[in-house]
């Protein structure tokens, strides 16, 4: 029989429906249930394509026994971490600071009032690796909650108190400038692998917003090595087995230092990200490779991903069936030699074996290689090599494809709408700004609703219950503002300007600081806040980007005072901890850089308007349309010069002289004359 998680909308929760553990979604009832059933709740967060969340859930909550205990001692919870990401926050700090790490599926033990007094991840079945099992966690919690509840009591709100006295540091007065920025390529330079490329040793991450930000500092400053870093990087994850060599698209993480084996799973957020950053560096370089990996990242977005309603998908999983009725990690993505000569023959499966590093002995589990691209030469067929390609993907089409987590997150789709715009206006590409818009439509109708207040996810057309964090306003105006610049559509302007409203009004603290939740949101036993970055840009860094970009349209002088403030912690951080804020640089290149205004009066996706999306000052804004309408204020009584086409920069309150030339244009945004 179903439990109460059977009506929620979370992919995650719906996949525990049928656990024989009585679920309750994070809710007032289940609380008052424990408080007056005088039990503790045991709180088990994780999300719908993490490997080890499926594995606790087979091994503990498919368990009979296991069950019963935890409904006869417990009020057991279910989160879905990327529907309630405060939730997750809150207690996940908690669990960091308690055992020193922390990760998913998380686990962890509440009073009534919500404190936790112990904390853990994945416990398994049985005692191994000197870790307990699950079943005595849950045994030794209670005779804890029974026979010392005093005890339980002083820890729990020990740990209230700690969390509560956890100051942030904002970086006093002032903003981050040409020193902090210094400190922080050079922070990263510290941190380069120089000879796999990427940052710090396995597991890697790709550090999309670090990229981001080297860019940019190399757009402002001509700095070469901050260009190289960037490119290198691309190129081997590009390379290597994190990217999906036969239809595109990033798995989440390396487990090694060299980009070989991934962590299968692919998310929205990682792709939308990367999509952007591909498509960024090839306005920096020309790179053949970063235009065709931009590509085939969006094409992945839109046909992997993309709902019948217009939105994005979360993700998908890591694990498939292998073709033996078991579900393994990625089953889907590998090959053995056997396999490629089944699919192509033998001549063509040596080529292949050869082209894409697949070995007797294999790269990943079992025998079983992960598709990379080692070689670099130009030796190889181009025609030969897309034929295996569409034969090995032909093939691929067989085998049971992994699951797909269908919710819609506000943040991650507005992160889709700013790369698929972009990618789209830059490569002529007009299909992919039709998605951007179509998805944008959807966050308006379902997750904005009438009162334009964020929903944070969406089912099928629903909106969930979960209010909008920061992110998700951060996110969503980004993607916002990108679409206008792209089609000249100034409602996208007006819409960014509500949602960052609600920022300053609902999230911004004294002294610039920002909140991950609404001061009217639910209280939980801390209000989170963190400017780091993670898999996406912090809330904090992407709403004091969003307001930085709307105060360069719109002249707004309070959102470019509260874009200043908040951009005082990447003061603090820059210079410390820049792999852990470098969307917060990247926005920080923008203030120094101005960011430039440029109006185009003319034609939307005519050739003045294209240099102008294409130019490489740092941030900069773009408005393109008729100088007739108040759409954008930026075009308000800049006229066409003598019938053409006329684009206007602004920077730091200077203008430059108009022009209708687009080799001066592209120079006066750091471009290259004549650049397509």
């Known amino acids: 029989m179903p439990n109460r998680l059977a009506h929620q909308t979370s992919p995650y929760l719906l996949q525990h429906a049928d656990n024989p553990v009585d679920w309750w979604p994070w809710s007032p009832e289940a609380f008052e249930e424990a408080r007056e059933r005088g039990v503790p709740v045991v709180l088990s967060v994780g999300y719908s394509s993490c490997h080890w969340c499926h594995v606790f859930a087979v091994e503990s909550f498919e368990d009979e026994a296991t069950a019963a205990y935890m409904n006869a001692h417990f009020v057991p919870v279910k989160v879905d971490r990327e529907e309630r990401p405060d939730v997750d926050a809150v207690y996940m700090e908690a669990v960091q600071a308690a055992t020193g790490q922390g990760g998913w599926p998380m686990t962890v033990f509440l009073t009534a009032d919500g404190e936790p ?15 307990p099992s699950f079943r005595q966690i849950l045994e030794g919690v209670v005779a804890a909650w029974t026979e010392r509840p005093d005890e339980v009591a002083e820890v729990a709100g020990r740990i209230v108190h700690d969390l509560a006295g956890r100051s942030l540091a904002h970086g006093g007065e002032g903003l981050p400038g040409e020193q902090e920025l210094s400190q922080a390529l050079l922070g990263l330079t510290r941190d380069y692998d120089e000879k796999y490329a990427g940052f710090g040793g396995a597991p890697k991450f790709p550090p999309s917003m670090t990229i981001e930000f080297l860019l940019r500092h190399h757009a402002r400053t001509g700095a070469e090595g901050a260009l190289q870093m960037a490119a ?9 087995g994190m990217y999906d060599q036969l239809a595109g698209g990033f798995a989440r993480y390396s487990v090694d230092r060299e980009w070989v084996v991934p962590h299968f799973e692919k998310m929205l957020y990682d792709n939308a990200l990367l999509c952007r950053v591909y498509a960024h560096l090839w306005r920096a370089t020309g790179s053949g490779l970063a235009r065709r990996v931009a590509l085939e990242t969006a094409d992945f ?25 078991s579900h393994v990690e ?7 030699p056997a396999q490629l000569r089944e699919a192509l023959g033998e001549q063509d499966a040596t080529f292949a074996a050869e082209y894409f590093g697949v070995t007797e002995a294999g790269t990943f589990e079992e025998g079983k290689s992960v598709l990379q691209l080692p070689r670099t030469d130009d030796a190889v067929d181009p025609d030969r090599a897309a034929d295996v390609r569409a034969r090995l993907l032909e093939a691929r089409e067989e085998r049971a494809r992994p699951g797909r987590d269908d919710k819609v997150v506000a943040a991650w789709n507005g992160l889709a709408i700013a790369a698929l715009a972009e990618t789209g206006a830059y490569f002529d590409r007009p299909d992919l700004i039709e998605r951007a818009t179509e998805a944008a439509d959807l966050l308006v109708r379902v997750h904005m609703g009438d ?22 306003y951060g996110d969503v105006a980004e993607g916002f503002l990108a679409l206008a610049a792209v089609t000249g559509e100034g409602v996208w302007l007006e819409f960014a300007g509500f949602l960052l409203d609600i920022v300053l009004q609902h999230f911004t603290g004294e002294g610039g600081q920002l909140y991950d939740t609404a001061d009217d949101a639910e209280q939980l036993i801390r209000r989170p806040q963190d400017p780091t970055d993670s898999a996406t840009p912090a809330g904090w860094t992407a709403a004091a980007g969003a307001l930085l970009s709307y105060a360069a349209h719109t002249g707004s002088e309070a959102h470019r005072a509260a874009a200043e403030g908040a951009l005082g912690v990447v003061k603090a951080l820059g210079p410390r901890v820049p792999r852990f804020i470098g969307w917060g640089l990247a926005v920080a290149e923008a203030l120094l850089d101005g960011p430039r205004e440029v109006a185009v009066a003319g034609p939307v996706g005519g050739a003045l308007h294209r240099t102008a999306l294409l130019g490489r000052a740092p941030g900069a804004v773009v408005a393109a349309g008729d100088t007739g309408g108040a759409e954008f204020p930026l075009l308000v009584d800049r ?36 650049d397509d």
């Open 117 to 131: 007094f112990y904390f853990g991840t994945y416990f398994p079945p049985e005692p191994r690796h000197g870790m």
């Open 451 to 472: 009162v334009a207040r964020l929903s944070r996810t969406s089912k099928d057309g629903r909106a969930g219950d979960n209010a909008g964090v920061l992110e998700d």
């Open 330 to 336: 990625g089953a889907f993505y590998v090959w053995t």
């Open 232 to 240: 290198d990087t691309c190129e081997a994850m590009a390379r290597g």
């Open 639 to 674: 006229p066409m010069v003598g019938g053409a086409p006329t684009a206007y920069v602004c920077r730091h309150f200077v203008c430059d002289a108009p022009t209708t030339d687009r080799d001066e244009l592209a120079r006066s945004l750091g471009s290259s004359p004549s």
């Open 301 to 325: 977005i839109v046909g992997e991903l993309r709902t019948a309603e217009g939105g994005f998908a979360s993700a998908l999983d890591a694990d498939s069936e292998d073709g033996g009725g």
